[in-house]
């Protein structure tokens, strides 16, 4: 079972993993584990799918990924709780129950999907 403690160990990381789909995308060592061990590798996929468009204009992103009965939202600000899109309503999820945050950074051409701990 995937817990928030189990997050907290990436800090920094240099290794990162192209999106297949979203050239412009990375993503961390944090954020592919948090995918493997919560069954999430479609947040991934929604991320760069959603959000592609967003990360070429914002040079910060902040999102909280909020997962109860089976089912998630995602909310979308710009890190000081302002909103840059509506939130995403998910169906079905068997990522574990919680409040996950993860921050995406672009530079240029370039977006990272981190954890706020591997900043």
Known sequence: ?????????????????????????????????FAAKAGAYWFIDKV???????????????LVLTVKNDKAA?????????ALLPNFNIDFTDAPEGEWRFWIESYGDRSTLLLPSEH
């Open 1 to 33: 079972m995937l817990l928030p403690e189990d997050l907290k160990q990436f800090t920094g990381g240099l290794e990162v993993y192209k999106h297949p789909l979203v050239s412009r995308m990375v993503y961390t060592e944090g954020v592919k584990h």
């Open 48 to 62: 760069a799918a959603e959000l592609e468009d967003l990360m070429a204009e914002e040079p910060f992103i902040s």
């Open 74 to 82: 995602l909310s979308v600000t710009d890190g000081n709780e302002n």
